[in-house]
């Protein structure tokens, strides 16, 4: 009877290597982090591929004695934690795939390699092993010299190839947006909130560049491989997870894939009581950068350690908060939203820093939305923040928004500067930081450094939010042909801002274009009705010669802003689009009395008070103001 060859032990799929001996799942020989019954459902599912291997039958084999209602839990996250490691999902199965109520398929190519001893037939039909003829003594020793150096050139080789993969730096990462296998929709702000988290405290790291959480969002349920997203964000490895919650329990799965060979580097599954969800962060976030060996400060060594209990309800409040001011920060109603979350987060737990911070945010934003009254948002903002910062002074995020407090209620440069840059000291991927002063930087004349910061906000973020920035920046550095390109971009984005359009009007009128600057204008004033669009249509108008046209659309407006209680600069740009120099001046200088937002934001870039730059009195107000 002949001898059966013996069948290896390990199943090959797709790249991946199942060793059922060992109990291991490889991707391209990096160890997947798959142990347990999620591993003996897999190899059963992959013991008949195309088949339906019921849920009776995984319950007899793998969890025999179970109560229902615990095994089918144990089922559904041993799925979810196969899908984790494959990069798989349940509603476009590449591997394994959900029959409801009935078991699971695998749908994926395998191969089952076999290694049978080799063997030639006898006369009776019984296999015997090959025996192979012994070549003479000196031959034999001149083989074994040339098998043993071949042995030794394979070894170097492998250790070369290896050493190459693994001194590959990783100086850029992206960590795409968990997945929800809670099966529940309403989690999916827990979701988004913890990613957009790990995201912060990952920015804090110096040495690693990490795109903003308003870039990867876009990929969010996104079908696209590892390495095309790597390649669009320009990143050298990309962090993926999912997020469970359950009760008063949280399950973090994370896995580090480097971008290049789509290699897995690292994969780590943690489970915490959703009060610890802070050291938690902390946590995976250490143990990321140890992965992509970056180099710590102490300071950021103690950022990533830093974490501390907080209760449950305010940590849902508090993303809740974030991710209605992330999206939504130019929107009164978002931040309200905002603002109304922040506070629930405090009541709920008074020593939870981050929602002080937050807080900070909605009232200068408001502010600036002029929804709040300015000296009001500023007094409320700088409460917050002290408290904040008393609680926790490592927030990057705190010190963004005292830079602002100081660069746009006080008009203090040199206060702005500092907390900026002390912002991103703290936080250096922190992509507001960089938008914000980028735009600061080309407000006082520091062309080469707000270009520097452009490049930079391009390596982290393509949002819109980036694409503002870049407008903004070209615009106070009266920049027009680069202004044109920034605005197109903005508007490729979101074809229905009217801000864009009215800074690529201003690009178009720099420029001497002036059909294409009253189109835009018009487009502008139709989409928002913003007062200043009309004042540029105006100035268009006159400067392409139709006076009158322009007289009759200020008069116009002249009428209604005094019944609305315009704002002074609103007045001021008017008056001088009318050449009524004398009026302009006297709503400037009330502008300037009263700390006017708008005043330092426009004064010395805006086109509209072109026709007052010559006068003294101008130049004395750009003086006080800190711009001269």
């Known amino acids: 009877m002949a001898t059966q060859p013996r069948v290896s032990d390990t199943l090959q799929f797709d790249g991946y290597e199942l060793d059922v001996r060992a109990g291991e799942l490889r991707k391209h020989g990096v160890r997947l982090r798959l142990r347990g019954q999620p ?30 209602g615990d095994f089918d839990h144990n ?15 349940p509603e476009n199965p590449r591997y394994i795939e959900t029959l409801p109520r009935r078991g699971y398929r695998y749908v994926g190519p395998t191969e089952d390699f076999q290694k049978p001893q080799l063997a030639i037939e006898t006369g009776d039909h019984t296999a015997q092993p090959v025996a192979l003829i012994a070549p003479p003594k000196r031959k034999r020793n001149l083989v074994l010299v040339l098998c043993a150096l071949l042995a030794l050139g394979l070894v170097a080789l492998s250790t070369w190839f290896h050493a190459k993969a693994e ?42 560049r990490v795109i903003s959480g308003t870039s990867v969002m876009q990929y969010k349920g996104a079908k696209k491989g590892l390495p095309d997203i790597a390649r669009e964000l320009n990143v050298d490895a990309i962090v993926e997870g999912s997020a469970v919650r359950s009760g008063q329990r949280v399950r973090i799965t994370a896995q580090l894939i480097q971008a290049r060979t789509d290699q897995h580097l690292w994969a780590e599954t943690y489970d915490r009581d959703i009060g610890d969800i802070l050291n938690l962060q902390s946590e995976v976030s250490a143990a990321i950068a140890q992965q992509v060996r970056a180099k710590l400060t102490p300071t950021q060594q103690a950022q990533l350690h830093r974490g501390h209990a907080v209760n449950p309800a305010a940590y849902d409040d508090y993303l ?22 922040f506070k629930g987060s405090i009541q709920k737990d008074p020593d939870f820093a981050l929602a002080y911070a937050g807080l900070a945010d909605t009232y200068a934003f408001l502010a600036l939305a002029t929804v709040l009254p300015r000296d009001q948002a500023e007094r409320s903002a700088r409460e917050a923040l ?29 206060a702005a500067d500092r907390e900026l840059n002390r912002a991103i000291a703290l936080a250096p991927s922190y992509s507001c930081a960089h938008e914000d002063r980028a735009i600061f930087l080309a407000q006082t004349g520091r ?19 980036s694409a503002m920035t870049e407008s903004e920046t070209y615009y106070e550095l009266r920049d027009y042909p680069n202004l044109i390109e920034a605005s197109k971009r903005g508007l490729l984005l979101d074809p229905k801002d009217w801000y864009q359009h009215y800074t690529l009007g201003i690009g178009y009128e720099g420029t001497g274009r002036l059909q294409e600057a009253i189109s835009e204008y018009q487009q502008a004033v139709a989409i928002s009705g913003d007062s200043g669009s009309v004042v540029a249509l105006a100035h268009a108008f006159r400067a392409a010669g139709k006076k009158a046209e322009a007289d009759k659309t200020l008069r116009a407006l002249e009428r209604k802003a005094t019944k609305s209680s315009a704002s002074p ?46 006068d003294r009195r101008f130049q004395d107000l750009l003086r006080r103001v800190g711009l001269n």
Do not use: C
Not at 42 to 49: A, D, N, V
Not at 333 to 339: I, K, Y
């Open 39 to 68: 591993l003996q459902v897999l190899e059963i599912l992959l013991e008949r591929p195309g088949e339906v291997v019921t849920r009776e039958e995984l319950q007899t084999r793998i969890w025999s004695g179970n109560a229902f």
């Open 447 to 465: 062309r080469g450094e707000a270009l520097a910061e452009l490049a930079k906000i391009q390596q982290l973020d393509n949002s819109f939010s």
């Open 167 to 208: 001194v590959a730096p990783i100086r850029s990462i992206a960590v795409l947006p968990l997945k929800n296998f809670s099966g529940d929709p309403s989690e999916e702000f827990f979701v988004d909130g913890f990613t957009d988290q790990l995201i912060t405290d990952l920015a804090k790291i110096g040495s690693l």
């Open 386 to 414: 002290a408290k904040a910062l008393k609680l926790d002074d490592s927030i990057g995020e705190a010190y963004y928004t005292l830079g602002l407090l100081s660069w746009q209620f006080d008009w203090d440069w040199n």
């Open 320 to 341: 809740r908060g974030r991710l209605y001011f992330v999206n939504g920060f130019t929107k009164p109603d978002a931040l309200n939203s905002a603002q109304h979350y």
């Open 569 to 614: 600069y609103t007045m001021a740009t008017i008056y001088a689009g009318l050449g009524e120099n004398e009026k302009a001046f006297e709503f400037l200088e009330k502008a300037d009395s009263e700390k006017s937002l708008r005043l330092p934001w426009s004064l010395k870039s805006d086109p509209l008070l072109d026709s007052l730059r010559s």
């Open 75 to 89: 089922l559904h996250n041993a799925v979810a934690r196969i899908r984790e490691a494959l990069g798989d999902s």
